[in-house]
């Protein structure tokens, strides 16, 4: 099975570095996946990893360390729009395509 | 850009009603994927499909069913509603060309009253 964690809730300021920390313990892992989500709306693909060390693409990264269960999403120079759900999900290595979710990072940013 | 609709954004219905729920996606993805989400229980997966006509249960099958005729149409049926079937229900769909994972593309999503 799936185990996977992250905080529940965060609060940054505009402008400011934000990193949504996820752990995972797995029996299979085929990728590690970042969604947001904005409140009312369907979570949308940010960001994929599957070897470990960085990958950046424009204010979000995200990081993968494959024998530590971990990743993080670092969002830079923060807008009023990045208020959101993150949601870190695990790609289980079967041929279904089946990835389990977190509960996801409520993050607010403030003025 | 890949695109999943979803019949309704909100349905309303009384205990004891089948309910349908239909997604469509036009990107040939073999992957379609239905889930349920609530306040602080995350994304749940009821069932998913990597072919037409192939079924699998995801981690909460129960009370549901779904059919894949087509490769671009996943069906959810809720047999005989119950108001704790009330929530937000989510499709998703994505390719799956051998083992790698892809990501999931998403629908909007239909808000299920059932009272």
């Known amino acids: 099975g799936q185990n996977i964690d992250q905080p529940t809730e965060m609060t940054a300021t505009e402008g400011a570095i934000v990193q949504i920390n996820c752990t995972y313990q797995t029996s299979g892992f085929n990728g590690l996946f970042w969604y947001q989500q904005h409140a009312g709306e369907a979570p949308t693909f940010l960001s994929y990893?599957?070897?470990?060390g960085l990958e950046e693409k424009g204010r979000f990264s995200s990081f993968l360390s494959r024998s530590k269960g971990y990743s993080y999403l670092l969002l830079k120079e923060l807008q009023m729009k990045d208020s959101a759900s993150y949601l870190c999900?695990?790609?289980?290595?079967?041929?279904?395509?089946?990835?389990?979710f977190g509960d996801g990072t409520t993050l607010t940013v403030k003025p | 850009d890949v695109k999943v609709t979803q019949s309704s954004r909100y349905l309303v219905k009384r205990t004891g009603e089948k309910v349908f729920l239909e997604c469509v996606q036009d990107m040939d993805h073999e992957n379609m994927f239905w889930y349920r989400q609530d306040p602080g229980l995350g994304l749940r997966l009821i069932y998913f499909?990597?072919?037409?006509?192939?079924?699998e249960k995801g981690d909460i099958p129960e009370g549901y069913s779904v059919s894949r005729e087509k490769k671009e149409r996943f069906s959810l049926i809720l047999e005989s509603a119950s108001t704790n079937q009330t929530s937000m229900y989510l499709c998703?769909?994505?390719?799956?060309?051998?083992?790698?994972?892809?990501?999931?593309?998403f629908g909007p999503g239909t808000r299920l009253t059932v009272t």
């Open positions: 990893n599957v070897l470990d």
């Open positions: 999900a695990v790609g289980e290595d079967t041929n279904a395509g089946k990835s389990t």
């Open positions: 998703a769909s994505s390719l799956s060309p051998g083992p790698v994972t892809y990501e999931q593309y």
């Open positions: 499909s990597y072919d037409v006509k192939m079924k």
